[in-house]
């Protein structure tokens, strides 16, 4: 076996909780080395080490703004591992902007004291320790390239670009004392990247911030990632880098290598950008700047409002954005839609982009060369002014569907035909108003998982609560399931203390650990049948080929995993349970009275790999699906979901009805392709007199149904019978027989897939459906006791939660003594003495 590039090794990394800290943890303890995670975010850093899994790293929190702090980190390296060879001096932080008039020089000072005087510390006390042990050892600073191309104009990150330009400094000075020793120093100087520190910076989202960078990158074919940074530590940490000392190593794909900054042509090549933001203020914008400082014009189009943002050479947009955007650009929100262009003559590439540009320029400028082109608005030439500019935006997008617009700058009157620029939007991943799931994670990316964000305080969940459900769904479980080896092991990463919900967002998540993305090279240019590889590419000029990505039905994880938590909800507050079942199997068909919905059990669902209650009708459908499995085919079918003691008057009326929602959220699945709820489409050949439920009052007085063909639901509202429905699976898309198909550029072609992929969804399926209809039911159930019960209008026929005394039996009673709730609200003891209970249930 060859040597590890850092074998016996000791590293610190600061900032190692997170972005390219926790990637360069990771690599090094992979290359043979002990590493000392120093972070101040104590949940990550220990979440890093746990998840790298071995003996050799260790978390300790540091501050690097504390010098007592980074000596007491070193100290503990020496005394864990004896040694220090590495010291990545990592963290940092982005600062504010501001105009230099308006700088803020305590967070000046602050950006300084964690990006410059935090890695003199971590320089100082690292080289003490090598200069008295003799090491040969390596410091490396995180700088960016802000330390070689000062970032912003009027309003800039001030701090941060001379935090930089002083850390290289650091590093060329001490790389000429440390020299003696033998010890190398160098920096790292990243391009942008979607680390959490960028991301919060710009405001954007991780996909966002990656995707504005592949589109400015001057490397394409590859997208800057956190561990590319890592890897370049790793060089430098490593002996292969020996008699390398005293650089700042550039790692942005060549982007600034010919940036000429006085404006020249030589700067990085032009390239549209597009870019979602959800508001259109200054910091936004400026946001942009930072991604391309040689940008020079702005176009965002929101619905049906077209603005325009500085079309001048880089100083005066620059000016221009920061001086107008107070006043003329933050009545425009929730802008979906910006592209950006490297100079005016080259908008061409953003068709009508052009025009609009051209025409606000001149405008702007007095020229009124637009003269009447866009419907007669500011046909006096005279549209300088700011009313007449706002007028023209209002009018816009009416005239852009259906005027040619000029894409020559320099001959505006000559028109050309485009089409207009689209609205593209990857939203859709969360579901619910008061108990809201947003769920993330890709087929073959990392891992899945989900955040919930509306649980209430004190619920009683542990891993192991979500963990059962997870189980039912995981792959591999048997012959007729895909045999992809996942564990699917959940970790809650927050909302949970000591055992109990603290009503802020839970975040679950699940490592994924069998990928086998060479399964999928057929994919990369042919679509498979009836899959969304096609329409995801149609709609988004981009698609995930291994797997499917989001498309996959790996992504209802999150789904399970929220799920778990609203069954339990459901179960402990209001005594509600929710079941699902294999009704059908391609042409196997359960009879619906072999299963009597009133008693059929858990673990007669779970006795047999099909999810059958009965077992001989769970014989015939597993004999069905190894048929086509076989055979390199797949086959479809129906799972049943049944819900018991569902309170009374969940639901509303009209556009909301609970069958709608159930519906929505059931056909949201993967491969789902029908719905029916009750009698369904058998109801159709019934009289009413045949299909109404008739009323009657039962033994307890409570108001009931003889029959249950409305299926627990009426008008939109349950009525307390048991809800049924049944949703409809197609047979797996993704299969090994060949198949005709076509490739992205329009050529007929034969698709050979590879990969493991289940030959019938439908008993996986289950708990899914089963955490949808959760979902659902834990939504309406807020709703209905946040409108309803804290203002009963009917208190015979609503219906309470669970008693008191039961909820106190599952243990989510909390009682609260009055001395206690004083001590939290701050009132003195005698403003409740008159009062006569004793104290509060919550």
Same mark, same amino acid.
């Given at each position: 076996?060859?040597?590890?590039?850092?074998?016996?090794?000791?590293?610190?990394?600061?900032?190692? @909780?997170?972005?390219?800290?926790?990637?360069?943890?990771?690599?090094?303890?992979?290359?043979?080395?002990?590493?000392?995670?120093?972070?101040?975010?104590?949940?990550?850093?220990?979440?890093?080490?746990?998840?790298?899994?071995?003996?050799?790293?260790?978390?300790?929190?540091?501050?690097?703004?504390?010098?007592?702090?980074?000596?007491?980190? $070193?100290?503990?390296?020496?005394?864990?591992?004896?040694?220090?060879?590495?010291?990545?001096?990592?963290?940092?932080?982005?600062?504010?902007?501001?105009? /230099?008039?308006?700088?803020?020089?305590?967070?000046?000072?602050? *950006?300084? @004291?964690?990006?410059?005087?935090?890695?003199? @510390?971590?320089?100082?006390?690292?080289?003490?320790?090598?200069?008295?042990?003799?090491?040969?050892?390596?410091?490396?600073? *995180?700088?960016?390239?802000?330390?070689?191309?000062?970032?912003?104009?009027?309003?800039?990150?001030?701090?941060?670009?001379?935090?930089?330009?002083?850390?290289?400094?650091?590093?060329?000075?001490?790389?000429?004392?440390?020299?003696?020793? #033998?010890?190398?120093?160098?920096?790292?100087?990243?391009?942008?990247?979607?680390?959490?520190?960028?991301?919060?910076?710009?405001?954007?989202?991780?996909?966002?911030?990656?995707?504005?960078?592949?589109?400015?990158?001057?490397?394409?074919?590859?997208?800057?990632?956190?561990?590319?940074?890592?890897? !370049?530590?790793?060089?430098?940490? &490593?002996?292969?880098?020996?008699?390398?000392?005293?650089?700042?190593?550039?790692?942005?794909?060549?982007?600034?290598?010919?940036?000429?900054?006085?404006?020249?042509?030589?700067?990085?090549?032009?390239?549209?950008?597009?870019?979602?933001?959800?508001?259109?203020?200054?910091?936004?914008?400026?946001?942009?700047?930072?991604?391309?400082?040689?940008?020079?014009?702005?176009?965002?189009?929101?619905? !049906?409002?077209? $603005?325009?943002?500085?079309v001048t050479k880089v100083d005066g947009w620059r000016r221009r954005l920061v001086e107008e955007s107070k006043a003329t650009w933050v009545p425009v929100v929730a802008v979906e839609f910006v592209v950006v262009v490297?100079?005016?003559?080259?908008?061409?590439?953003?068709?009508?982009? !052009?025009?609009?540009?051209?025409?606000?320029?001149?405008?702007?400028?007095?020229?009124?060369?637009?003269?009447?082109?866009?419907?007669?608005?500011?046909?006096?030439?005279?549209?300088?002014?700011?009313?007449?500019?706002?007028?023209?935006?209002?009018?816009?997008?009416?005239?852009?569907?259906?005027?040619?617009?000029?894409?020559?700058?320099?001959?505006?009157?000559?028109?050309?035909?485009?089409?207009?620029?689209?609205?593209?939007? @990857?939203?859709?991943?969360?579901?619910?108003?008061?108990?809201?799931?947003?769920?993330? #994670?890709?087929?073959?990316?990392?891992?899945?998982?989900?955040?919930?964000?509306?649980?209430?305080?004190?619920?009683?969940? &542990?891993?192991?609560?979500?963990?059962?459900?997870?189980?039912?769904?995981?792959?591999?479980?048997?012959?007729?399931?895909?045999?992809?080896?996942?564990?699917?092991?959940?970790?809650?990463?927050?909302?949970?203390?000591?055992?109990?919900? *603290?009503?802020?967002?839970?975040?679950?998540?699940?490592? &994924?650990?069998?990928?086998?993305?060479?399964?999928?090279?057929?994919?990369?240019?042919?679509?498979?049948?009836?899959?969304?590889?096609?329409?995801?590419?149609?709609?988004?000029?981009?698609?995930?080929?291994?797997?499917?990505?989001?498309?996959?039905?790996?992504?209802?994880?999150?789904?399970?995993?929220?799920?778990?938590?609203?069954?339990?909800?459901?179960?402990?507050?209001?005594?509600?349970?929710?079941?699902?079942?294999?009704?059908?199997?391609?042409?196997?068909?359960?009879?619906?009275?072999?299963?009597?919905?009133?008693?059929?059990?858990?673990?007669? /669902?779970?006795?047999?790999?099909?999810?059958?209650?009965?077992?001989?009708?769970?014989?015939?459908?597993?004999?069905?699906?190894?048929?086509?499995?076989?055979?390199?085919? &797949?086959?479809?079918?129906?799972?049943?979901?049944?819900?018991?003691?569902c309170p009374r008057g969940i639901g509303s009326p009209v556009f909301d009805k609970l069958e709608a929602e159930l519906a929505k959220a059931a056909m949201s699945l993967p491969a789902t392709k029908g719905f029916q709820?009750?009698?369904?489409?058998?109801?159709?050949?019934?009289?009413?007199?045949?299909?109404?439920?008739?009323?009657?009052?039962?033994?307890?007085?409570?108001?009931? !149904?003889?029959?249950?063909?409305?299926?627990?639901?009426? #008008?939109?509202?349950?009525?307390?019978?048991?809800?049924?429905?049944?949703?409809?699976?197609?047979?797996?898309?993704?299969?090994?027989?060949?198949?005709?198909?076509?490739?992205?550029?329009?050529?007929?072609?034969?698709?050979?897939?590879?990969?493991?992929?289940?030959p019938c969804v439908v008993p996986r399926a289950v708990p899914v459906v089963e955490a949808m209809v959760s979902l659902v039911l834990v939504d309406q159930l807020m709703a209905q006791y946040a409108q309803c019960n804290?203002?009963?209008?009917?208190?015979?026929?609503?219906?309470?939660?669970?008693?008191?005394?039961?909820?106190?039996?599952?243990?989510?009673?909390?009682?609260?003594?009055?001395?206690?709730?004083?001590?939290?609200?701050?009132?003195?003891?005698?403003?409740?003495?008159?009062?006569?209970?004793?104290?509060?249930?919550?």
């Amino acid at each position: 076996m060859s040597k590890q590039r850092l074998e016996g090794k000791v590293a610190i990394v600061t900032g190692g @909780a997170s972005g390219i800290g926790a990637e360069a943890a990771r690599l090094f303890v992979e290359n043979g080395a002990f590493v000392v995670i120093a972070d101040v975010n104590d949940e990550l850093g220990l979440q890093v080490a746990s998840s790298i899994g071995v003996d050799k790293v260790s978390y300790h929190h540091c501050d690097v703004r504390d010098e007592k702090q980074v000596e007491e980190t $070193v100290a503990f390296a020496i005394k864990k591992y004896g040694s220090l060879d590495i010291m990545f001096s990592n963290a940092g932080i982005a600062g504010s902007f501001y105009k /230099i008039l308006d700088l803020d020089l305590n967070d000046f000072d602050n *950006t300084i @004291a964690v990006n410059v005087r935090g890695a003199a @510390a971590c320089i100082k006390y690292a080289a003490r320790v090598m200069v008295e042990r003799k090491t040969r050892g390596s410091i490396i600073c *995180t700088a960016s390239t802000a330390s070689v191309v000062a970032l912003g104009g009027d309003s800039a990150p001030y701090g941060y670009n001379t935090s930089k330009h002083g850390l290289l400094g650091l590093v060329r000075s001490t790389c000429g004392e440390l020299g003696a020793y #033998g010890i190398r120093v160098n920096s790292i100087s990243p391009s942008y990247l979607a680390t959490p520190l960028a991301c919060d910076a710009l405001g954007m989202e991780a996909s966002e911030v990656e995707s504005a960078v592949v589109a400015g990158a001057n490397l394409q074919g590859i997208v800057l990632k956190p561990i590319h940074v890592a890897q !370049t530590a790793l060089f430098l940490a &490593s002996d292969e880098s020996a008699y390398i000392s005293g650089h700042n190593l550039v790692v942005d794909g060549g982007l600034w290598a010919g940036y000429n900054p006085s404006g020249s042509e030589k700067g990085p090549r032009v390239r549209a950008w597009r870019l979602r933001i959800d508001r259109l203020q200054s910091r936004e914008l400026m946001s942009l700047y930072l991604m391309a400082p040689t940008l020079r014009g702005v176009v965002a189009v929101e619905g !049906t409002t077209a $603005v325009v943002v500085g079309v001048t050479k880089v100083d005066g947009w620059r000016r221009r954005l920061v001086e107008e955007s107070k006043a003329t650009w933050v009545p425009v929100v929730a802008v979906e839609f910006v592209v950006v262009v490297d100079k005016v003559e080259d908008l061409m590439t953003v068709v009508h982009a !052009t025009a609009v540009v051209e025409w606000v320029k001149d405008c702007n400028q007095g020229g009124g060369r637009c003269r009447g082109r866009f419907g007669g608005v500011c046909a006096s030439g005279s549209c300088y002014n700011y009313s007449h500019f706002w007028a023209f935006c209002n009018r816009l997008p009416n005239q852009l569907k259906e005027a040619s617009f000029s894409i020559d700058a320099e001959n505006p009157e000559q028109d050309s035909n485009c089409p207009l620029p689209k609205e593209i939007r @990857a939203a859709g991943s969360t579901y619910g108003n008061h108990f809201r799931v947003t769920t993330y #994670g890709e087929s073959h990316g990392r891992g899945v998982g989900c955040v919930i964000d509306g649980c209430p305080p004190r619920i009683p969940l &542990s891993e192991s609560d979500v963990q059962v459900d997870l189980d039912r769904r995981r792959p591999g479980q048997s012959k007729i399931t895909t045999p992809r080896d996942e564990t699917d092991t959940c970790k809650i990463f927050s909302g949970v203390f000591e055992g109990l919900t *603290t009503g802020t967002p839970i975040h679950v998540f699940v490592p &994924s650990t069998d990928q086998r993305g060479r399964d999928y090279s057929e994919l990369s240019s042919g679509y498979r049948p009836s899959h969304a590889d096609a329409t995801y590419d149609m709609k988004y000029g981009i698609r995930s080929v291994q797997g499917g990505g989001r498309s996959s039905a790996r992504e209802t994880i999150g789904r399970v995993a929220s799920g778990a938590v609203a069954k339990k909800i459901l179960k402990d507050f209001a005594g509600t349970e929710i079941l699902a079942y294999v009704s059908q199997v391609h042409k196997v068909v359960l009879p619906e009275d072999l299963i009597d919905n009133e008693t059929v059990t858990l673990d007669q /669902i779970e006795s047999n790999i099909v999810r059958c209650p009965d077992p001989e009708y769970a014989e015939k459908m597993i004999a069905a699906i190894d048929a086509v499995r076989v055979r390199g085919d &797949s086959v479809g079918g129906v799972v049943t979901c049944i819900v018991r003691n569902c309170p009374r008057g969940i639901g509303s009326p009209v556009f909301d009805k609970l069958e709608a929602e159930l519906a929505k959220a059931a056909m949201s699945l993967p491969a789902t392709k029908g719905f029916q709820f009750g009698s369904g489409f058998a109801g159709t050949f019934l009289t009413g007199s045949e299909h109404n439920d008739e009323f009657y009052i039962d033994e307890h007085g409570r108001t009931r !149904t003889r029959t249950n063909r409305s299926g627990g639901i009426q #008008g939109g509202i349950s009525n307390g019978e048991i809800i049924n429905m049944r949703i409809a699976f197609k047979p797996t898309s993704t299969i090994a027989k060949e198949q005709n198909t076509v490739t992205r550029d329009k050529k007929e072609t034969i698709l050979r897939v590879r990969g493991r992929h289940d030959p019938c969804v439908v008993p996986r399926a289950v708990p899914v459906v089963e955490a949808m209809v959760s979902l659902v039911l834990v939504d309406q159930l807020m709703a209905q006791y946040a409108q309803c019960n804290l203002f009963p209008v009917n208190s015979d026929l609503q219906e309470p939660l669970l008693p008191s005394e039961e909820r106190r039996a599952l243990g989510v009673v909390v009682e609260l003594d009055f001395e206690d709730v004083v001590d939290v609200v701050g009132v003195e003891g005698d403003v409740i003495e008159d009062m006569e209970v004793d104290a509060f249930e919550y």
